[in-house]
């Protein structure tokens, strides 16, 4: 088994270190000659997604996701928000259900 990409979100990590973080897929060299696949998360993306879902108003992030600037959009969904939420399981189901006809949502699901 071999990692082939990891995704890393900016917006966690001081300023300082932020500021070298590059903001596209980019590949990182490591020891021993080995590489591995970086995908920069957007902050942004993930505050849009969870104040939809908080908020249980799809239009948020599908405005969002229809005014973004690029045409790959990679979002985080954390493994416990829908938890916090009352009915977040739904609040989610109506979220994805609430996006325009020419979203084109691809899902990776990772397992331990």
Known sequence: MSIEA???NP????????RR?????????GTCESTINCI?????TTKKYLSSCQ?????????FIQ????DLI????????????PDGLSREDYLLQGESEN?????SVFKN
């Open 40 to 44: 920069a998360i957007h902050g942004r």
């Open 74 to 85: 990679f979002s985080w969904r954390d493994g416990e928000s829908f938890l916090l939420i």
């Open 11 to 18: 917006d966690r990590y001081q300023n300082d270190i932020k």
């Open 6 to 8: 990891i995704f890393i």
């Open 21 to 29: 973080i590059i903001p596209t897929l980019h590949i990182v060299y």
């Open 103 to 107: 979203s084109n949502r691809k899902f």
């Open 55 to 63: 908020l249980n108003d799809p239009k948020i992030w599908d405005n």
């Open 67 to 70: 005014d973004f600037t690029d």
